[in-house]
């Protein structure tokens, strides 16, 4: 039996209804910061219970009980979480990952690298840059993580 985890980063407080509705239905949804608002967290979490990192906006009293960097175990597999990824100081195979879950960037990202799932949703909130708006769902079955994204706004 799989696990299906919904990914969101770069709300910068905005949570559209698409993107809610996109991240219906998973048992876990992970935040990758620059949330911008933390009713978005709240929202979120009528949804599924809700991990988050805090990214670079998140500068905010509230956003202090949030961690730069988290790690998340589902089933045998364990991923790290957080903002930026070039912060990544060490190699996440060799410490056993299955999957890096970043943002900071707004560009949708899935791809193996040394055996290990870099996995960035895009962003979910203000457009910019002409990029799309974007969300991730990742499926963990085992130690095996795979994702996809899902467009949420044309």
Known sequence: ????????????????????????????????????????????????????????????????????TRIIRIESAKLFMLHDVSMLAFDPRERGFGAVIFGHSHQPVAEQRNGVLFFNPGSAGPARFRLPITVGRLVVDGASVSGAHIKIVD
């Not at 299906?4 to 876990?28: K, N, Q, Y």
């Open 1 to 68: 039996m799989s696990t299906v985890v919904g990914v969101i980063s770069d709300t910068h407080g905005l949570l559209r209804p698409e993107a809610v509705e996109a991240l219906r239905g998973c048992s876990m949804i992970l935040h990758a910061g620059d949330v911008g608002d933390p009713a978005v967290l709240i929202e979120l979490a009528e949804i599924a219970p809700v991990e988050a990192v805090r990214g670079n906006v998140d500068l905010d009293g509230w956003a202090r009980k949030h961690p730069l």
